[in-house]
């Protein structure tokens, strides 16, 4: 509510959305850098490169860098951390940790999830060291006191940079503000939050709702190539080796997912597809090792690579509503919201009732404002029957109707309300149903 005066402040509002979506484009800059970087130092150059390939070309990726939300920073600052803490547990010089401690601060300045994507991607790669290499009790105490030194100027430097970010307020403790914060996450994780999954609403989530999500929203090709990673890695390859952390880091994040109730959209864990990329990329660059031998392997390599290209050219320029062959025709009987349907296409809508001559429009849009005035729409009517459909045109946001986002359709427990009866005349975009009833028609 407070983003959208900002955005339609003094009539300009294609300009100050596209400052504002400017603005995100370096974190997915910085998140591709740490992607090369992470697969350059611990695997080989050929998989940084081919890493940074896959993690550039996934729609989701893609989507939420090119909008104003603060999913890319995290992205970026999220695996930052987390490969600024494998550096400085490698080598935990005062720059090492120095940098950790910067990646980490950015990381909680971008999103407040860090708080629980951070501590379960480190954790499984703890326990996953500690499984594969058995290192001694005595020696794990020894290197843990050899790093606490530098591990607290790590904790220095984050908490100063955070504080800076909160411009050094100061009430009782220092900034009040991210305290607060946190708060307020936590009451609404605890409240809940309209979510919609295959068929089903629900205001406290669904457990299998992420994995779901990264089922639907990937490219089947890259999770081919993810679950190659993932299988080389399990099963101990020695070329693998270096894959316990980055599937550590994403598993993290995705088993934190299983136990929240905000239940949005692939751009709540988009940080997987970092860990996700890497492992992707060192099962690519594997089996092209493995074709020159067995020329078959380098084929299905190569299908996939091309297939996932193929898919993210295809999808432009929606990326935010792309989904795999998985979800079929109609998606939006698996997802919606910021995954279909975030209001994109109100432009679109604009143009083909112009396009109509249409004079008047029921419409039940995500978020109300002035689209007469800025979008040059016909009159707008924002109250709509649900029983029974107003003559000429009807639009409906697909969120507004799977997820039931209307006061006045919760007073209908039992009715299948008319839209989800009649089938729509068009779709606008990828997100919009529009129905046309002429005067007169029966009701």
């Keep these: 509510h407070e983003g959208l005066p900002i955005l339609y402040y003094g009539h300009h509002y294609d300009l100050t959305l596209a400052l504002a979506r400017l603005g995100v484009l370096p974190f997915f800059w910085i998140a591709c850098l740490v992607v ?75 999103k407040f999830s860090t708080l629980v994507f951070f501590p379960a991607g480190v954790g499984l790669a703890l326990a996953w060291y500690v499984v594969t290499e058995r290192p001694k009790l005595g020696w794990l105490l020894g290197a843990a006191r050899k790093r606490l030194p530098s591990l607290g100027l790590a904790v220095l430097v984050a908490c100063l940079l955070i504080w800076a970010g909160y411009r050094f307020s100061f009430s009782k403790v220092p900034a009040p503000e991210l305290f607060q914060g946190i708060q307020d996450v936590m009451r609404h994780n605890a409240e809940g939050h309209p979510s919609f999954l295959l068929g089903q609403r629900s205001n406290t989530g669904f457990w299998y709702f992420y994995p779901v999500v990264v089922a639907v929203k990937t490219p089947i090709a890259f999770l081919l190539l993810a679950a190659g990673g993932v299988t080389f890695a399990v099963r101990k390859r020695e070329w693998f080796r270096r894959a316990g952390p980055p599937l550590a880091f994403s598993a993290g994040i995705v088993l934190v997912g299983l136990f929240t109730h905000i239940n949005i959209g692939v751009r709540h864990i988009l940080p997987v597809y970092i860990g996700f990329s890497l492992l992707a990329a060192a099962a690519a660059v594997h089996w092209l090792e493995l074709g020159r031998a067995r020329k078959w392997i380098l084929i299905v390599a190569a299908v996939l690579v091309v297939w996932l290209a193929g898919s993210s050219l295809l999808s432009h320029p929606d990326y935010l509503a792309y989904f795999n062959e998985f979800a079929g025709g109609q998606p939006e009987n698996i997802l ?103 005067p007169g028609s029966a009701r």
Excluded: C
């Design 36 to 110: 090369y970087g992470w697969g350059r130092r611990y695997f080989t150059p050929s998989v940084a490169v081919v890493a940074v390939f896959l993690f550039s070309f996934l729609p989701p990726v893609l989507a939420h860098a090119g909008l104003a939300t603060t999913d890319m920073a995290l992205t970026a600052f999220l695996g930052a951390a987390f490969l600024g803490a494998l550096i400085w547990v490698e080598r935990p010089t005062l720059g090492h940790a120095a940098l950790f401690g910067a990646s980490t601060g950015l990381a909680m300045l971008s």
């Design 336 to 438: 919606v919201d910021s995954d279909l349907d975030w209001g994109q296409d109100v432009k679109r809508l604009a143009a083909r009732l112009h396009e109509a001559g249409a004079q008047q429009l029921t419409w039940v849009p995500l978020q109300v404002t002035e689209f007469e005035k800025e979008f040059g729409f016909p009159p707008i009517d924002t109250h709509m029957d649900v029983v029974n459909p107003a003559p000429g045109w009807t639009a409906v946001s697909m969120t507004v109707l799977k997820q039931r986002r209307l006061g006045l359709w919760d007073s209908y427990p039992g009715l299948t309300v008319w839209p989800d009866r009649i089938k729509p005349t068009e779709k606008v975009g990828k997100s919009i149903w529009l129905w046309y009833f002429p």
